[in-house]
């Protein structure tokens, strides 16, 4: 697959899954409000709006993750076969924190069993406590620091699309990136944060849309250097 279409597929798989998000979140307001509008009324409504809203959530994520292998995993793993470095990482760091996030949801519902297990056999002392919280806790740093570090991938694999291609909407979605990631963190500006990374989100979006359809310069070729006869003295 060459880089061209590489771009495309990874512009498709943005703007089929901010699509999606908006649908996505439409359909549950008017799912939740549908279920509980009419409760004074109808309480019985509650219980089939509740399996139509498991229902799409189970649908959507079905959908997001066919997205996520048609379109985003192809077209990086492409730029990672074309050299574009971190570009693996953008393919393959999703899975692999998808499955540490469910790893780290059976570890805490273990820990939560142990936990009542161990109120029927007496009080908890501080070092049961720490035994049965520390597997939880671990998981929970190992998801989060893979987390940051795919991030990180994050930004040096549009610093390199910009080193390659020169396109400059990479070089400003990576920026946005840091600043959006920064305000983010900072109390009371979050929902700031938020704003900036879905701007952020658009522009890379964009970006792939211009790589789709960038062409790489011509060499340049040198031109023959003619010499000059001696003047006559």
């Not at 549950?28 to 229902?55: E, K, Q, R, W, Y």
């Amino acid at each position: 697959m060459e880089f061209r279409e590489a771009n495309k597929l990874l512009y498709r798989g943005y703007l089929y899954s901010l699509i999606l998000a908006i649908v996505a979140i439409a359909a549950v307001i008017v799912t939740v409000l549908a279920a509980f509008l009419p409760l004074t009324n109808s309480p019985s409504a509650l219980a089939p709006a509740v399996a139509l809203l498991a229902g799409e959530v189970v649908a959507f994520i079905i959908a997001g993750v066919l997205i996520f292998f048609l379109y985003l995993f192809r077209g990086y793993m492409a730029l990672h076969r074309i050299g574009i470095g971190w570009a693996w990482w953008m393919a393959w760091g999703p899975i692999i924190e998808a499955v540490l996030g469910i790893a780290t949801i059976v570890v805490l519902a273990l820990a939560a069993l142990t936990h009542a297990q161990s109120i029927d056999r007496g009080p908890i002392t501080g070092e049961r406590i720490w035994s049965i919280l520390a597997p939880a806790l671990v998981m929970l740093i190992i998801l989060g620091a893979f987390g940051i570090f795919l991030t990180i991938a994050h930004i040096l694999f549009l610093s390199n699309m910009y080193r390659h291609t020169g396109i400059g909407k990479f070089h400003t979605a990576y920026i946005l990136l840091i600043i959006g990631l920064v305000l983010s963190i900072i109390p009371y500006i979050g929902i700031l944060g938020a704003i900036v990374l879905l701007v952020q989100y658009v522009v890379e979006m964009l970006a792939y849309k211009e790589a789709s359809e960038w062409t790489p310069p011509a060499p340049q070729t040198p031109q023959p250097q003619t010499s000059t006869p001696p003047r006559p003295l």
